[in-house]
Nanobody
Framework: VQLVESGGGLVQAGGSLRLSCVFSGTVFSSYVWGWFRQAPGKQREFVAR????????EYADSVKDRFTISKNNFKNTVLLQMNRLAPGDTARYFC??????????????WGQGTQVTVTS
């Protein structure tokens, strides 16, 4: 599975961005798509995930009620709508895919990421 992210950029606190992840290759209905982020000097952290059907979204507590993950199988795209951004959201955001639900926290394919910078 190949993943290409886009949509990052520079935004003021309180603003919004929408990240896009276009995927290609063979996928199956058991797969789960996720977004992670990594800030300089910090470990990569989970942001959100969604299943193949675009249902059952899950979010990190830090982004709940501000971020929305969605999936469009016709366009082979996973989106992350980010609202009310704060400087603490500054990070490189990565799209990823898990191929085995029994290994929920292990992801098999990763994109190159897209940078999000939020200024105060």
């Amino acid at each position: 599975v190949q993943l290409v992210e886009s949509g990052g950029g520079l935004v003021q606190a309180g603003g919004s961005l929408r990240l896009s992840c276009v995927f290609s290759g063979t996928v199956f209905s058991s797969y789960v798509w996720g977004w992670f982020r990594q800030a300089p000097g910090k470990q990569r952290e989970f942001v959100a995930r969604i299943n193949y059907w675009g249902r059952s979204p899950e979010y990190a507590d830090s982004v709940k009620d501000r971020f929305t993950i969605s999936k469009n199988n016709f366009k082979n795209t996973v989106l992350l709508q980010m609202n009310r951004l704060a400087p603490g959201d500054t990070a490189r955001y990565f799209c990823t895919v898990n191929s085995d639900p029994s290994r929920k926290n292990e992801y098999d394919w990763w994109g190159q990421g897209t940078q999000v910078t939020v200024t105060s």
